[in-house]
Structures are given as C-alpha cells and as structure tokens.
C-alpha cells in the first residue's frame, strides 16, 4: 500500500510564509485525491484544502482561502501547501491525506473519508 512522507514544518514568524510538502511511496500520486488537515492541541482534526482526482480542481476551508495553496509535481510524486500570511492561530501539526481515486466534493472535507495518512509536521507561528 502507499505511504505518506512529509516535511517542511517548521517555526515561522506571524506574517511569514512556509511550504510543506506530502510525498507519495509506492504508488503514483496521480492516482489519488490529496488533502490536507491540521490539528491543533485540543481540537479536532479540520480540513485545510484539497486537490481533487484527477488534479484538475481544488477546495479550501473558509479560513484558509487566499492565503494557503494546494498543488502537484506529478513528476516528483509530491502535493504541496503554500502557507501565506500566517498567524498565530495557524498552529497545528499538519497531515496530508490520500483516497484512491475521486470522491464527491461533500464528503471531500470528512477525515472519514481517506485511507492514507502521512505521519504530521508540526508548524509553529510565533514572534
């Protein structure tokens, strides 16, 4: 079965920007819908954003629209998210998920709805 291996986390000032990356072992990220959810302590797991099978759309949570990006290096077998203007309350360990094939976009926010997970990066914000 696939794996998940992430990196990129990190500490990062209010207003700063960090890119994290979700490499994909054993199979091909092209067959996957991709997401990203994050944790914070206390919290429940919340949807971030998601790339949509086959890679042709994207959705985001309300929070997170404008400043975060999701993307694809097929090539590289890896999804990003590019984190903008962050802030304090950004803070979370950060897990990339995958599901083979497509899923409709209502259930695309449900963490019941993947089969993979990565292992989480921690992102701190703090001045």
């Known amino acids: 079965q696939v794996q998940l291996v992430e990196s990129g986390g990190g500490l990062v000032q209010p207003g700063g920007s960090l890119n994290v990356s979700c490499t994909t072992v054993?199979?091909?990220?092209?067959?996957?819908?991709m997401a990203w959810f994050r944790q914070a302590p206390g919290k429940e797991r919340e949807f971030v954003a998601v790339?949509?099978?086959?890679?042709?759309?994207?959705g985001y949570a309300d929070s997170m629209k404008g400043r975060f990006t999701i993307s694809r290096d097929n090539a590289k077998n890896t999804v990003y998210l590019q984190m903008n203007s962050l802030k304090i309350e950004d803070t979370a360990v950060y897990y990339c998920?995958?599901?083979?094939?497509?899923?409709?976009?209502?259930?695309?926010?449900?963490?019941?709805?993947?089969?993979?997970w990565g292992q989480g990066t921690q992102v701190t914000v703090s001045s």
């Open positions: 054993g199979d091909y990220v092209t067959s996957y819908t």
């Open positions: 998920a995958a599901r083979s094939g497509s899923l409709p976009s209502i259930v695309s926010v449900s963490t019941r709805s993947y089969d993979y």
């Open positions: 790339s949509t099978w086959p890679g042709g759309s994207t």
